[in-house]
């Protein structure tokens, strides 16, 4: 269905009011009564558009899949990868993000619709970051490209959502073992881990 | 207060009803009123342990704290690591673990009682594992060392919450690649052959 510019303005008005209570409350006490009334339509008019909560899910994992498929190039870049991709991380709109990722893994762990939702999510990414890597660091195993770059994956999520200490600065013995552990992730020249 | 028997187990029956509702349903969905029921106590009885939800989650973050700590020896022992930490992985154990603790950092993003009970469980485990990697390692630098252990804890944290191919085993691939990364991490010591 082709929507019209103001359709596409109020489902995106949804989702961004869906965003803030999730964020504020919670996956279960966000309602889409309250989510109508912080976007400014009615509950009617917000049901035209999605069905459900998961629904609303399904939009905002979407979009942010379109967003990390978009940076994933400077992502996989080695130099300076911790102070690039973690150490924006007093901006609110990280914090967000943070929060709402972690609020759709919660609940995924108990609806099989958000955790088939988050799994395709997670295959685009991954088959994207495959490419990019045998492109760019030359590696050509399959098995071991699929290895590092889900290496990556969880150093990325344990670092995003690491619960102490997000608000210190990263030291300067991090940054040397970061680009140490990641010249070993990805190397310049193919160095085998076979021994 | 010194407890008599009958009220530790009272206690560790309403700990225990806590983390399957909150496993079930989710933090805000377990009410103190279904959890008295699951331990076969009246809502009364409960609040005699009890005053709310945050009291219940310090008891189950100080219980799993300790395994951890006690545990922690084996777990900073790099061969096999993957294979040792992570293959257990099909263990309903292990997904109720997954799931309580992903429930506890979500609401720890909204409750600041909880993100210190969150954060002093983590200088706990930070400290020993300091201790620890200190003697088996013989790494001396200070800095260099909390540097290592964040990285293991930021790719642990993120290995348990991977969203993904929970259900795949982890390839030959993985396999070596995790025990090349830690062995970086973690070098053997280096033994002088000068006499």
Known sequence: MKRSPTQ????????????????????????MAEMA???????????????????II??????????????MEDFLEKKDWLARIFEQKHSQEFQIERVLNMEIKAEA??????AEIQSDADRRLTEHAIKLVRQ????????????????????TNGL??????????FSQASH????????ELFPDQVVSTQP
């Open 58 to 71: 399904r939009a905002v994992v979407e979009q942010k899949t379109e967003e990390y498929l978009a940076i």
């Open 136 to 155: 760019r660091y030359g590696l050509q195993d399959e098995e071991d490209i699929l290895a590092r770059v889900q290496f990556l994956v969880a150093l």
């Open 8 to 31: 596409e303005q109020r489902r995106q008005q949804i989702i961004d009011a869906f965003i803030v209570h999730v964020v504020e409350k919670g996956f279960h006490r966000a309602s």
């Open 176 to 183: 040397r073992l970061f680009q140490h552990m990641l010249n």
């Open 37 to 55: 009334k912080t976007a400014g339509l009615s509950v009617g008019q917000v049901y035209r558009y999605f069905s459900n909560k998961e629904d």
């Open 160 to 169: 995003f959502h690491r619960s102490n200490d997000t608000d210190q600065p």
């Open 109 to 114: 762990n108990r609806s099989p619709v958000l």
